[in-house]
Structures are given as C-alpha cells and as structure tokens.
C-alpha cells in the first residue's frame, strides 16, 4: 500500500513537472507560435470617393480620404504620411492579389516595430515621403545578426563589405533589388521613400501566394520579414492596437 502510494506521488510529480516545463517553453524566445493565436484584426481605412459616388482602383489604391487619415493618425499616433502609404499599399496589393488580404495596420506595425515609421533617431517624413535623415542598420556580419556579405557594393547602405537593412521599412539590398517596387510613380525604386517602401513590404508579405487572413499565412508573412517568435508577437500586438484604435476613426 505504501508502495503504491509512494507510486502514485511520482506520477503526479511527474506529470506537474512536465505540465509546467510546456507551459515555461511556450513563453520562450525561439518557441514555434503556429497555431498559438489568429492573425490580427483587417483594420478598414475610408476611401476617397468619385463625385458620381463610385471608386475606381486607380483612385482606391491612391487616396484615402484625406479626413479620415487626420482621424486615424490621431488616434493611433501613426504620422499621417505614413499612414498613407501604408492604406494605398495595402489597398494595391489586394487589387492584384485580393486572396492575400493584408490590412494596412499590418504594415503599419511592422513600420512601428523597424523604424517607428521611419522617425528612428529624431527624423520625420517629409511630404514626398522621404525620410528626412536615412535610416541604416548594423552591419550583417554575424555579431549577434546573420552575415550577410555586401550585395550592392555599398549603393543603399554605404557599406562595400557587409549588407546593412535600409529606409523605413528596413530592407537588406539584396531583397530589395528582388523585390523593390514604386509606389509614388516617379518611375525610381527608392527604400528610402515610404510609398516604395510599404507597397514593396506589402508585396513581400503577400508573396507565394500568402493568405495573411489565416494564422498559418500570416505568420509565415511576419517571419519571411524577421525569423523571430519574439517579433511575430510585438508586430500582431501592435497591428491589434492599431486596428482598434484605428476603428474609432470611421
């Protein structure tokens, strides 16, 4: 009998130090977040609308209404010409590859998390969307970051030896010349402007034909952009507040 009790207070031992060790391992760094949470909300933006009262996809991915940016920048401290950017890439992206569906506040708490949209060190955007000081990275040389050897020979980021993320999206050369796109139509690519910048990140989230309304595809999304478990959690807790905060606007 005392045996089978002694048995018995093992098993539960057990069984508790096995319970707690899952849920210690859960909360670590590095831990696989599939399945742990849904994507964010798809935070909704209003649109500026034709005078016969019907929008155009020129016009969609290019201007929302102007009143409600005021609005939804007060609200969630995003600066209005960012948060313009960040609807028009959203709104174009979904144009072309609607199965996507990728809401602005994505990219805005990715733009949050990288470069506090692109006012990191005390800069601002200026009107045409440029950032009034470049935003550059540490160098990729495998100290405490991945190593990535030069791949533009210091033509975005200034470095010939080692690639260093760029603008205010935070791209490394190497997938920006895969992946740049223009998104204020003065025919150049530039990482260093936030229209360019977000409708390139939008396009690469949506990339391989992603679906960023299921928790598989935007968290494959988030972690094509930063292979961090830590990283998917402050961008889907921002791009939540956003979206909510955001919401009070329309």
Not at 152 to 173: E, H, K, N, S, Y
Request: proline residues 5%.
């Amino acid at each position: 009998m005392l045996r089978l009790r002694r048995l018995i207070v093992l098993v539960l031992f057990a069984v508790g130090v096995t319970t707690a060790s899952l849920f210690w391992a859960i909360g670590q760094p590095g831990t696989d977040v599939r399945g742990a949470f849904s994507p964010p909300p798809r935070a909704e933006a209003e649109l500026e609308m034709l005078s016969s009262g019907m929008t155009t996809a020129v016009n969609v991915t290019r201007n929302p209404d102007a009143d409600w940016v005021i609005r939804a920048a007060a609200l969630t401290g995003i600066p209005e010409r960012a948060l313009r950017a960040y609807v028009a890439s959203a709104e174009t992206v979904n144009a072309t590859a609607p199965a996507c569906g990728i809401g602005w506040n994505t990219l805005a708490a990715v733009g949050f998390v990288e470069t506090a949209h692109g006012t990191y060190g005390g800069g601002s955007l200026t009107a045409a969307g440029q950032m009034s000081r470049p935003v550059v990275g540490p160098a990729l040389n495998g100290a405490g970051f991945a190593a990535i050897a030069d791949t533009d020979a210091g033509a975005l980021d200034g470095d010939t030896r080692w690639d260093r993320a760029v603008g205010p999206m935070q791209f490394i050369p190497s997938t920006w010349q895969l992946v740049g796109r223009d998104g204020n139509g003065d025919g150049t690519t530039d990482p260093f402007n936030i229209d360019d910048a977000a409708l390139s990140a939008a396009t690469y989230l949506c990339a391989r034909g992603r679906d960023l309304t299921t928790a598989d595809g935007w968290i494959d999304a988030i972690y094509a952009y930063n292979q961090s478990d830590a990283y998917i959690r402050q961008v889907r807790e921002q791009a939540t507040a956003y979206a909510a905060k955001a919401g009070a606007a329309g």
